[in-house]
């Protein structure tokens, strides 16, 4: 089993920046890859950037390509996703997922990642 923590939401104006952390616990050594998804108000969650656990190799979403960096501390067992010049679009509850299968990262599919954590609500005003 791996826990997951995500924290660093908050309220932000546009083109602020926040800096997202997610805490990985357990068996973190089965881990392959950590991904960060969104989901808006009345909108189907999505998927916002990803990073190999080993590799580092990384993927991005379109809308958040030369915006957001997804970073990791592999000592620490932690993940990060850097969000600068937000946009009000940005606005939703982020989740940092992790997953054991070996499929490539630009994959993008919520249903590979079988750990998820709590959410953390970021709101960009305008």
């Known amino acids: 089993q791996v826990q997951l923590v995500d924290a660093g939401g908050g309220l932000v104006q546009a083109g602020g920046s926040l800096r997202l952390s997610c805490t990985a616990s357990?068996?973190?050594?089965?881990?392959?890859?950590v991904g960060w998804f969104r989901r808006a108000p009345g909108k189907e969650r999505e998927f916002v950037a990803a990073i190999n656990w080993n590799g580092g190799a990384t993927d991005y979403a379109d809308s958040v390509a030369g915006r957001f960096t997804i970073s990791r501390d592999n000592i620490n067992n932690m993940v990060y996703l850097q969000m600068n010049s937000l946009k009000p679009e940005d606005t939703a509850v982020y989740y940092c997922?992790?997953?054991?299968?070996?499929?490539?990262?630009?994959?993008?599919?919520?249903?590979?990642?079988?750990?998820w954590g709590q959410g953390t609500q970021v709101t960009v005003s305008s």
């Open positions: 357990g068996r973190t050594s089965s881990v392959y890859a």
């Open positions: 997922a992790a997953r054991t299968s070996q499929f490539t990262i630009y994959r993008r599919r919520a249903s590979d990642y079988n750990y």
